[in-house]
Structures are given as structure tokens and as C-alpha cells.
Nanobody
């Protein structure tokens, strides 16, 4: 059973930085699977923020390009999201998610229904 546990959220002023972490357990070593970060603000739909796809390619939502960086430490089975130049509109609950080993998602990466495993989320609040 795959489990995902996020950490690193908090409150920061606009222009600040945060790094989110997602510790993954239960994946079989040597398999290729996508992992991503989604976020959901109150009253809004869950949206894809960034993905590392099964083939290692990364993609970002237009709203975070140039500010956020997704990365993965394979030795630690940990996914990261470095968030710089944070804006109040980045305020949301951030979720780590992953799917079973599969071919690359490509353009489907921002569809929440494509993912099987979800963490509990970590809150990010950016004040102006």
C-alpha cells in the first residue's frame, strides 16, 4: 500500500519561499510512476501545480512557471516542491499525489482522476 505524507507548509509573506516535502512509501524500487503536487483553495477546484512524469519529464501550471520547482530524491523516496516568490493567490491546501507504475501521462497530468494515491495535504498561506 502506497502512502504519501506531506510536510513543510506554513505561513509566509508575499515574496517569500517555502519547500514542501512528500515522503512516499510502498512503491517498488525500479518502477516508473508519476508524482505531482496539486492545490485546492476554498471554493475552487483542485488544480495541478507540477508533475514529475513516469519518464522523468516535468511540467508546471502556467501560474507557477519560473517560481516553483518540483524535484525528487530517489534515494529518500521523497518528492519536493520549492516555491519561491510566493503570492497571496498561491494560498491553498497542497496535496502530494502519485499513480501506479504506468506510461507517461503527458497532457493528462493535471487531471486529478488520473492519480491513485493522495496525501492528507499541507496548508500554505501567503499574506500580502
Amino acid at each position: 500500500q502506497v502512502q504519501l505524507v506531506e510536510s513543510g507548509g506554513g505561513s509566509v509573506q508575499a515574496g517569500g519561499s517555502l519547500r514542501l516535502s512528500c515522503a512516499a512509501s510502498g512503491y517498488i524500487d525500479g518502477t516508473s510512476y508519476p508524482m505531482a503536487w496539486f492545490r485546492q483553495a476554498p471554493g475552487k477546484e483542485r488544480e495541478g501545480v507540477a508533475v514529475i512524469d513516469s519518464d522523468g519529464t516535468t511540467n508546471y501550471a502556467d501560474s507557477v512557471k519560473g517560481r516553483f520547482t518540483i524535484s525528487k530524491d530517489h534515494a529518500k523516496n521523497t518528492l519536493y516542491l520549492q516555491m519561491n516568490s510566493l503570492k497571496p493567490e498561491d494560498t491553498a491546501m497542497y496535496y502530494c499525489t502519485g499513480d501506479r507504475p504506468r506510461p507517461p501521462m503527458a497532457s493528462n497530468w493535471q487531471r486529478p482522476q488520473e492519480y491513485t494515491y493522495w496525501g492528507q495535504g499541507t496548508q500554505v498561506t501567503v499574506s500580502s
